[in-house]
């Protein structure tokens, strides 16, 4: 069957390094759909709908199916509606409850990680969250590796990955699916940090531009940087602390 006899694209929401994104319709239910569209060249080394049918969680966007022709693959997932990334609510007024999102997000990252999968692309524009029950869903499996098994090369960083969030900080050692989940803690602490805070780590750059330009991909301790994070996030904490007479839970 193609495509195109069982949906009805109706407008692009999305796109990024491995595709587009669009909105569609179920022809015969009427059910709102989200459709990825992989090019060809692109997804022969893709693990997306492998690693997203492997995960059963409510905080992981749902699969529904994929198609494939000679040129493109499709996946086929539901669509999150009322759904805003995670980058365009963070600020200093973000309003939202942050220990819930925290807690969210640390559960979305276990039940991915219990499957032995690793993210590898963990950060706000791939975290979707609905505005009216705070309810997270994270997307984007496009950079995902599963497995006990996995070999592929733990690198610092992909050219087209953000290099804060996805600071794969053990380039050149021998690589395991550990490895890659370790990565992804690492972004979990910087989105974390960028939740409580109210911006990234970014204390000794002027602009963004300055610091993805001068970030040492190569240095494993990147002292500074780790340093100024503890240092702001300890003020962030006791100022957070002194305006609420509720504890601070532990997360999980
Ligand atoms: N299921 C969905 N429901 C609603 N919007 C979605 C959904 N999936 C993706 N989007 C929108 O499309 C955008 C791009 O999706 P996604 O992050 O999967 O693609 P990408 O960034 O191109 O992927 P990759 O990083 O693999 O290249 C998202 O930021 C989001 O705004
Ligand atoms: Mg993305």
Avoid at 36 to 49: C, L, V
Avoid at 113 to 130: A, G
Avoid at 141 to 165: A, T
Avoid at 194 to 201: C, E, K, S
Wanted: charge should be neutral; glycine fraction near 4%.
């Amino acid at each position: 069957m193609n495509i195109r006899d069982k949906y009805k694209f109706l407008k692009e929401i999305g796109h990024g390094f491995n595709g587009v994104v669009f909105q569609a319709t179920e022809i015969a239910s009427s059910n709102k759909v989200a459709i990825k569209i992989i090019e060809h060249d692109k997804y022969q080394d893709h693990n997306e709908t492998t690693c997203m049918s492997m995960i059963n969680s409510k905080y992981i966007v749902n699969l529904i199916e994929i198609f494939k022709t000679s040129k493109h693959l499709y996946i086929v997932m539901e669509y999150l509606d009322k759904y805003v990334s995670l980058h365009s609510l963070i600020d200093n007024h973000f309003k939202y409850d942050k220990i819930f999102i925290i807690k969210s997000l640390c559960r979305s990252l276990s039940d991915i990680h219990l499957n032995h999968i690793s993210h590898n692309d963990f950060k706000p524009e791939n975290i979707l969250i609905n505005l009216n029950k705070e309810y997270v869903k994270v997307i984007d499996f496009g950079f995902s590796e599963f497995g006990e098994n996995c070999k592929k090369p733990f690198i610092v960083c992909e050219s087209h990955s953000d290099p804060l969030f996805t600071r794969h900080s053990l380039q050149n050692q021998k690589s395991n699916i550990e490895k890659w989940i370790q990565g992804d803690i690492w972004s979990l602490g910087i989105i974390i940090y960028t939740i409580i805070v109210g911006h990234i780590p970014r204390k000794n750059y002027k602009s963004w531009d300055d610091y993805v330009n001068n970030f040492n991909y190569n240095n494993d301790e990147n002292k500074e940087l780790i340093d100024n994070f503890i240092a702001e996030l300890n003020i962030n904490l006791s100022n957070l602390l002194s305006k609420t007479e509720t504890r601070v839970i532990p997360i999980i």
